[in-house]
């Protein structure tokens, strides 16, 4: 069965202090593994598309990168308004209907 | 988010009532998805909608629900008679594409959501 999984469930740091998300995964064909930043009240806001393994992309503090069996969100140096829940998704569908499996994310705080 | 509309975005219907939630998708995507996320669980796919076809609702319950595209206005997600567990939250998405591109272009992109409470 196709599934994502998402570790830590919860993770507290201070301002300033660099750690990654985890997203593991195990489905039948990779089509895309997508990366969301959920706000309390909001709807998913989409942060990262990554391919295939070894793919990497970034933007400001957040990097995103892509294994066989996982995906990994680093966030160098956050700061308080990077605290949201990360969602981690991905498509196996070999014809691209678009079922996301999601995670049940990580719900992140940064201290100021 | 901008772009992928819904209306309303919070909704409140007694047990047995009709919640229709509405969604207009970005500008330039012709694909529609709908998404639940029930409390402490995570966003699962409901249906996959073009203008006035249903292409997948393998994720929709078989009963009370039903969803709809047509060739003018926003998509509509109908949920009728409703019961407490039909509270959750109710997202929508849109993709220009769905063929596999290897770029963003087959990204789905979500609205603000509708959130349902049942009472």
């Known amino acids: 069965e196709d599934q994502v999984t998402q570790s830590p469930e919860a993770l507290r740091l201070q301002e300033g202090e660099s750690s990654s998300l985890n997203c593991s995964y195990t489905v039948s064909g990779l089509r895309g593994l997508f990366w969301y930043r959920q706000d309390p009240g909001k709807g998913p806001e989409f942060l990262f598309t990554l391919y295939s393994a070894g793919e990497e992309k970034e933007k400001e503090r957040l990097k995103a990168t892509l294994t066989k069996k996982e995906s990994f969100l680093h966030i160098t140096a956050p700061k308080p308004e990077d605290s949201a829940t990360y969602l981690c998704?991905?498509?196996?569908?070999?014809?691209?209907?678009?079922?996301?499996?999601f995670g049940t994310g990580t719900r992140l705080k940064v201290l100021a | 988010n901008a772009g992928v509309m819904q209306n309303p975005r919070h909704l409140v219907r007694r047990r047995g009532q009709e919640a229709r939630l509405r969604c207009s998708p970005m500008k330039g995507h012709s694909h529609v998805y709908w998404y639940r996320q029930l409390p402490e669980e995570g966003l699962k796919f409901m249906v996959y909608l073009q203008k006035e076809n249903i292409i997948d609702e393998s994720g929709m319950p078989k009963e009370r629900f039903s969803a709809e595209f047509p060739k003018e206005g926003p998509s509509i997600l109908r949920i009728q008679q409703v019961v407490r567990g039909d509270s959750a939250a109710y997202f929508c998405a849109s993709s220009r594409r769905t063929t596999y591109t290897g770029s963003s272009g087959n990204t789905i992109y979500f609205g603000e959501g509708s959130w349902l409470t049942v009472v």
């Open positions: 998704a991905v498509d196996p569908t070999p014809s691209g209907t678009y079922k996301y499996i």
